[in-house]
């Protein structure tokens, strides 16, 4: 933190830095006057002081939005949020922590199996990635791994509708063939 003075050393009376007092009377008359206006004049805080207050104030901006980033994941996310969110802290010079990062946990694999379910699961991951205003580079590259893993399963669907029509076309022709049969002997 530059410029800013810990609140620690706010309460330590500063050292006075005087040439040696004069003697007699004089002396304890001056030190009579100084100490009631040391006492009476209070010590700077140094959290009022407009440098610390800004820094203050963008980082419990940055909470703000950090926390809000991490619940926009959340509230898309639904059943998929396998951990809630993790923050990573900083503390203020007020002694405050303030979050400035975090992650949110998510299940990214593929439904086994079921792939009509693996492209409904990859399109929720994407929107959950990019729910939030401004999403990081760890979001959109996430949101990149849910698009591939809805490509796969797009072509395994395609493979396995495939499949299931050259079976119904071959299984079409076996009736036929059994058909035909039968009205010619009948």
């Not at 104030?57 to 993790?86: M, Y």
């Amino acid at each position: 933190m530059i410029g800013a003075i810990s609140p620690v050393a706010a309460t330590i009376p500063p050292r006075s830095t005087q040439s040696p007092s004069p003697s007699g009377s004089e002396a304890s008359t001056a030190d009579a006057s100084r100490s009631s206006t040391e006492t009476e004049t209070p010590a700077e805080d140094p959290l009022t002081s407009p440098e610390v207050q800004r820094e203050i104030a963008q980082l419990a901006q940055r909470d703000r939005e950090v926390r809000a980033h991490e619940q926009a994941h959340i509230a898309v996310g639904g059943s998929l949020i396998t951990s809630g969110p993790t923050y990573q802290y900083t503390t203020g010079p007020d002694n405050r922590r303030y979050a400035v990062g975090g992650e949110v946990g998510i299940d990214t694999s593929p439904v086994r199996g079921d792939p009509e379910a693996t492209i409904q699961k990859a399109v929720q991951i994407r929107a959950a990635a990019l729910a939030p205003a401004d999403p990081s580079p760890a979001d959109r590259q996430a949101a990149a791994r849910a698009s591939q893993m809805e490509q796969r399963a797009r072509i395994e669907l395609a493979e396995q509708q495939r499949r299931e029509q050259a079976y119904s076309a071959t299984a079409a022709a076996g009736q036929t063939q059994n058909g035909s049969t039968i009205e010619a002997i009948a």
